[in-house]
């Protein structure tokens, strides 16, 4: 049996299961993950760093399924969270709390709370103001926080404007001069240890040289604080690493770990690394059945039943995703495709003039490299209810997240106790 997507017969199989049965038996629109792929992501990654003996802190926000967590909980792998949500997802999928490192600029002091009670591995900390709350919220819980001071390099990491990170006008970080004088403060303040420098300069990086320059900047700094006096354990290089798409050529793991090698080389620190995109992309897609093909005077639309609420990649960052039809491609000539879902905007694309196979009512489709930043980012706009999760092993198929009802979404709502009496449910 072929492991992962792969076609046999010309069909779409996930492992030992064929998509068409997937789609007969639990429906359209789904995500379908191959636990196999998933697990050899892992694999590739831990090998190719080894030498660097790396704390893999899975990105959670790319795919935070308790199911897709757990596989990579049950290899060794920690979590890199943004909220007290990803927190409470990370512990109960099993990830130990000592390897958790917690980012993002707007923490909560009651995500700050939470998190120094699991006793997490470290804080990535992005301002000034934010190390003196979680100084304080330490103090108020007689602990001590361990920190990194996000670092931002000022590097552009040539990716989408959306999600580039490392930029001096991106919210993230603290500036490069900034930091060292923060780290040097710090050491005055209570309930905060400077343990660590991170940094995270954006994702779907296709390009090395801004992490050359990125982690250069980031172990310099380190240096020189070790120098000042700051007893720095550790470097957090972030995520970013890119996949293939189309035709992008992002480094391989060989070329991103030389990078990290380079920078982090003689300088006797640890390291954490917080993959996301990369360990989870390939191992998604997205089933739907084409509703309607439309024949207009300037263009033919193949209408899915899966959206944009669904998957919102190519509206929101212009991204390319592949498309292919589910069974054997029919033969002859590719036609111009927009392929687009029912929501009621124009936004709601996947795909615009796709030369793709012929299309006709009733096709299994799927969008490939959905595994990431697919399903964790679906809303429930038109009142469409979130699709159900699957996950493949070998030819076995297992629902880890149900299809939302239209009863459960309605009854997340409820009448303000005004209207009660005058509703007209039920009659
Ligand atoms: N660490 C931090 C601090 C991050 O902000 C991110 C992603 C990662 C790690 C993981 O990055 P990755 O290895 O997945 O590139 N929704 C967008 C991507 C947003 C990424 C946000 N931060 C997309 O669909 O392209």
């Not at 030992?16 to 191959?34: C, E, I």
């Not at 793709?356 to 489709?365: H, R, S, T, Y």
């Not at 030819?395 to 509703?423: C, F, H, M, N, Y």
Request: proline share 4%; net charge positive.
């Amino acid at each position: 049996m072929s492991k992962g997507f792969h076609r046999r017969n010309g069909a779409l199989h996930c492992d030992g299961v064929a998509l068409a049965r997937v789609a007969r038996d639990f429906g359209t629109p789904a995500w379908v993950y191959s636990q196999t792929v998933l697990e050899q992501r892992w694999r590739l990654f831990e090998k190719a760093t080894a030498d660097l003996d790396p704390t893999i802190c899975y990105a959670l926000k790319a795919n935070s399924n308790q199911a897709v967590i757990a596989t990579f909980a049950a290899l060794g792998a920690g979590a890199d969270i943004v909220s007290a949500g990803e927190l409470a997802r990370a512990l109960a999928a099993g990830v130990p709390a000592k390897k958790i490192v917690f980012a993002g600029v707007g923490k909560s002091e009651a995500e700050m709370a939470m998190a120094l009670e699991a006793g997490i591995l470290q804080f990535n900390v992005e301002s000034a103001p934010e190390l003196a709350r979680l100084s304080a919220v330490a103090q108020a819980m007689n602990t001590t926080a361990s920190v990194a001071i996000r670092v931002n390099p000022d590097v552009d990491a040539k990716t989408h404007r959306k999600i580039t990170t490392g930029k001096s006008e991106n919210k993230f970080g603290v500036e490069l001069a900034q930091a060292r004088e923060l780290a040097i403060a710090a050491r005055r303040l209570k309930g905060v240890r400077i343990e660590a420098l991170s940094t995270h300069i954006g994702s779907q990086i296709t390009d090395v040289t801004p992490y050359r320059a990125a982690f250069r900047r980031v172990a310099d700094l380190a240096k020189a604080l070790r120098a000042d006096g700051v007893a720095l354990k550790r470097l957090d290089f972030g995520g970013g690493l890119g996949v293939v798409y189309r035709d992008e050529t992002p480094p391989d793991l060989k070329a991103y770990a030389a990078a990290v090698r380079a920078a982090m080389k003689g300088t006797g620190f640890g390291l954490v690394l917080e993959p996301g995109r990369w360990l989870v992309a390939d191992a998604g897609l997205l089933l739907a059945r084409v509703e309607y093909v439309k024949q207009g005077t300037a263009k033919r639309y193949a209408i899915l039943d899966a959206a944009m609420n669904d998957l919102i990649r190519p509206t929101l960052y212009e991204a390319w995703m592949p498309i292919e039809p589910v069974a054997k491609p029919r033969a002859g000539r590719k036609l111009p495709y927009d392929i687009v879902g029912p929501v009621c905007e124009s936004g709601d694309f996947f795909a615009h003039d796709r030369q793709m196979p012929k299309l006709a009512e009733g096709d299994l489709v799927a969008v490939r490299q959905a595994g990431a930043y697919g399903s964790v980012m679906s809303s429930t706009y038109n009142a469409r209810p979130l699709a159900p999760e699957l996950l493949v092993k070998g030819t076995k198929i297992a629902e880890i997240r149900g299809r939302q009802s239209v009863e459960a979404l309605i009854a997340l709502d409820q009448l303000a106790p005004w209207q009660a009496g005058k509703s007209r449910r039920g009659k």
